[in-house]
């Protein structure tokens, strides 16, 4: 890969965060040790904050800190070294609070994250994201006028956040306490993501387990949740106690409150998750105690507080592995998934044998239209390409192997099932123009052994190819 692509990827993924981000490169030395950590990118957060930290000096762009050693801005920092070494070269993810009061008046969170890059051209160069916040101390006078029972309670949810080690574990039990604390009908904790135009039921808690919250959700679209940004503007949180409060709401939103009516909702507590002053998610309560509202309001708000700051923390980490994970380009597993899976996977099927089926599709010509019609074709063709395979191998995982190389793994269906599907991509990508796929595939009734059924998908690949190019003998590169 050569070093402007890396850098416009790389920079693409810094500029997606919503937190001062840079991608830091570090170098391992030949004795296995730390070498120098660079700034290889930052994103626009982290520019203003370097140059609000050294408006005095000769750093005022991006230009000028990218591709610099950390210890140009900071001191050296020999446990700052170890967990970016950790994370670039032991694939660690690691989310971590240190005391710098001190030198900037703040606690920092700080966490980092192992990129993927294939085609890496430095053998002795790994990459991984970093991202920090700046935070006060937790204003404690803001007890001193809560209630006992508010405040031991909010405490108490504290503690479950941070005594369990998986996050939707926590999020569940919170959701059942706020639930039960409001004697409510249902609650449910949830996230948005605007660029993604999406939103996601994290966690629910539903009296007796009548219905399903996400069930009920996938019949509202994201712009009826567009909608409540507007709504929470208007003071800071939503609360609607009877109907006089739905029809003055319905003058507002009416394609919302008709939801509400459909699902026999008749009060509710909105709450948004504020992040960085940007709304993440929402706190949904319906059919609660409205003798309580005053309480109430001002316990779920303090709890909110808190949420919102573990709930950016888990949409943080989600990314950034969908980012170390994920083909950027095409959208499908990125030949570092493929690796851990495929070695897991060895694994498993060693132990507990069952019927699998692998496949290797090479997209032919995408040499050639690289060089002769551009990348930005060729890019295209590989999107086109990914797109038919997720169409056709729908819940299979589909991995970009490399530039030109798909890979297939079904752990599902018959072999006649897999074949099936292999005769609609030959007859799908049969272009010899555009979309062209020379395809091997192998079927595992029983031995388990799926690196050995790899190898032969792959040998009957290269079989194929050498057919299409006897074909075509002009296309060969």
Known sequence: MSNSKLYEKLKTAACAMHLASAVLAVKKNDDGSVGSITFFVINKIFEENVISMFQ????????????????????????????????????????????????????TEDILVPLAVEDNDEEDVKYCMFSYTLNKEMDTGKYATVPPDIASFVIKTCLQLRNEDDFMASMDIVTKDIREYTNAYATCIMTVTPDLF???????????????????????????????????????????????DILYYETKSPAWVAT???????????????????IIGYLYITNF??????????????????????????????????????????????????????????????????????????????????????HNDGDRLLKDAASVLKEIFVGDQIYRAGGDEFTIISLHGTEQDFMQKIAMLKQEACDPDWLYFAVGYYHDASSGNL?????????????DKDAYYAAHPERRR
């Open 56 to 107: 005095d000096t000769d750093y005022p762009n991006a230009e000028s800190v990218e591709g610099q050693p950390y210890t140009t801005f900071l001191p050296k920092e020999p446990k700052f070294e170890d967990i970016c070494f950790k994370s670039a070269w032991n694939d660690e993810y690691i989310h971590t609070y240190v005391d710098t009061t001190n030198m900037y008046g703040f606690w």
């Open 451 to 463: 690196r050995l059924a790899l190898r032969y998908a792959d040998e009957r690949m290269y079989k």
């Open 198 to 244: 999406k939103f996601d039921v994290i966690s629910e808690s539903v009296r007796n387990d009548e219905i399903c919250i996400k069930e009920v959700f996938e019949d509202i679209p994201y712009e009826i949740v567009e909608t409540w940004e507007g709504l929470v503007g208007e003071t800071n949180c939503i609360i609607i106690k009877d109907e006089n």
């Open 260 to 278: 509400l009516r459909q699902n026999d909702v008749h009060s509710l507590i909105l709450v948004p998750f504020v992040h960085q002053n940007a």
């Open 289 to 374: 105690d409205t003798e309580q509202i005053v309480r109430l309001k001002e316990t779920i708000e303090l709890v909110s507080f808190f949420l919102s700051s573990e709930v950016a923390n888990h949409m943080i980490m989600e990314r950034l592995e969908y980012l170390s994970t994920i083909d950027m380009l095409t959208g499908v597993y990125n030949r570092n998934c493929m690796n851990v899976n495929v070695d897991e996977l060895s694994t498993k099927l060693k132990l507990h044998p069952k019927p699998f089926s692998v496949a290797f599709c090479d997209l032919n010509g995408l040499k050639s239209i690289n060089d002769n019609v551009g």
